[in-house]
């Protein structure tokens, strides 16, 4: 059998802990073709104030600096507005990174080696606003975390507000599921190439798509890993020994769709949590989409 080490497994193949498939019912939501995922309230609540930081900076200029940094007025909750130049001089800090403040940033890298400032910088030289991800310490949690930088260019400054990736939920797994069902039986070989884009939108922070030939048990799609397509993994094992695909293969051989838990690690929080899996079996394809629901008792 092959077995993955624990931090290969962190990548996010499919396990499954052996307990028996239960019925999937379709997301009525779920509009065809489009995933349909629950909005992140912390996207709103960036870009809203961002809308109020950009107002505030056009109407007092680089006065507006010390308010950002001292007043806690361009604030909400744990988001807070930082101000770099276009140089990557960081001018200004209504948050934790306030130490950063008369520091040049441009070279400096996440907790993963990202340059993530130049990204930014680069960005909004080349249009006015835009997203980078990141991973960078929680101070909530303790944990590297992956972290998106909403950025605005306005005048001569960059506006940031930076937002931590949220836990995807069963409900927003399921409505990725669904859509990608869709997906495969309209466009067939096209999907797996969808899927498969890290960019694209069936990959949604912890959220993909994956997809298994049920007769060769060859991977045709892996949003979490690419470099697993077309690798034969029927007698794949995980962390604890359980043959996952295999008895994955055996549940969409007895019924159409269903759902499997299993103990998994998050490569969120590099913690082992339990995750469940929803899967429909398209011809002789398993299409599966998983979310974790919390930690190991």
């Known amino acids: ?76 909750g744990s988001l807070y507005v930082y101000v770099l130049d276009p140089a990557g001089n960081f001018l200004a800090s209504g948050g934790s990174s306030v130490a950063l403040i008369g520091r040049n940033v441009r070279d400096m890298s996440d907790t993963r080696g990202k340059p993530f400032f130049r990204e930014i910088l680069d960005g909004a030289k080349n249009g006015r606003s835009g997203l980078v991800d990141y991973h960078w310490l929680n101070p909530g949690s303790g944990l590297d ?18 937002y931590y990736s949220p836990r995807a939920t069963p409900e927003q797994a399921r409505s990725l599921l669904w859509a990608a069902v869709h997906e495969l039986r309209q466009y067939g070989e096209r999907a797996l190439e969808r ?20 007769d060769r048990q060859v991977i045709r799609a892996h949003g979490g890993m690419p470099r697993m397509v077309g690798r034969q993994v029927g007698e794949l094992v995980d962390a604890n020994g359980k043959p996952f695909v295999r008895d994955m293969l055996q549940a969409a051989r007895n019924r159409d769709e269903g759902s499997l838990e299993y103990a998994w690690r998050n490569p969120v929080t590099h913690k082992l949590e ?15 989409v998983g979310a974790y629901t919390g930690p190991l008792r």
């Open 1 to 76: 059998m092959i077995r993955l080490r624990p931090l290969f497994l962190a990548a996010g193949l499919l396990t499954c802990a052996g307990l028996p498939a239960t019925g999937l019912a379709a997301d009525p939501s779920a509009t065809p073709g489009q995933p349909v995922l629950a909005a992140n309230p912390e996207i709103a609540r960036a870009e809203a104030l961002l809308d109020k930081a950009e107002a505030f900076y056009r109407a007092n200029g680089p006065r507006a600096h010390a308010t950002v940094s001292h007043s806690g007025e361009l604030r909400d």
């Open 145 to 162: 975390e992956r972290k998106t930088a909403t950025y605005r260019a306005v005048g001569d400054v960059i506006l940031v507000v930076g």
């Open 195 to 214: 899927f498969n884009d890290l960019n694209g939108s069936f990959v949604r922070d912890d959220l993909y798509v994956f997809v298994l030939d049920m």
């Open 274 to 288: 339990r995750k469940q899996t929803w899967f429909v079996r398209v011809g002789r394809q398993i299409v599966a």
